[in-house]
């Protein structure tokens, strides 16, 4: 079983609505942080949101704040990320990442997912 599955990525327009989820293994999300990222082709990949695990702080890229949810359900070892008002620009590859803390660093990040492909249209 992967540690960290996500899904939810799919073609929509811009100004619609997305929610990936990353599903975790137990262990990953009982002592873990969960990130998300992403990368366009040809680009870096670049943070996107995380929250901390065990209290209420989220940090968001600057690019999607006011835009994008990051939240945690400990019932289903699932974090989310809540997409709303999607611009062509936002068109990636999203990863989720499992990290000691919260940070917007990739290399603190200690596990990765696959990655699902959001792509916006104009």
């Known amino acids: 079983q992967a540690q960290l599955e996500e899904s939810g990525g799919g073609l929509v327009q811009a100004g619609d609505s997305l929610t990936l989820s990353c599903a975790a293994s137990?262990?990953?999300?009982?002592?873990?942080?969960i990130g998300w990222f992403r990368q366009a082709p040809g680009r870096e990949r670049e943070f996107v949101a995380t929250k901390a695990r065990g209290s209420n702080d989220t940090y968001y890229a600057d690019s999607v704040k006011g835009r994008f949810t990051i939240s945690r359900d400990s019932a289903k070892n699932t974090v989310y990320l809540k997409m709303n008002s999607l611009k062509p620009e936002d068109t990636a590859t999203y990863y989720c990442?499992?990290?000691?803390?919260?940070?917007?660093?990739?290399?603190?990040?200690?596990?990765w997912g696959r990655g699902t492909q959001v792509t916006v249209s104009a």
């Open positions: 137990r262990r990953f999300f009982s002592i873990y942080a």
């Open positions: 990442a499992a990290a000691p803390v919260a940070s917007s660093l990739t290399r603190h990040y200690l596990n």
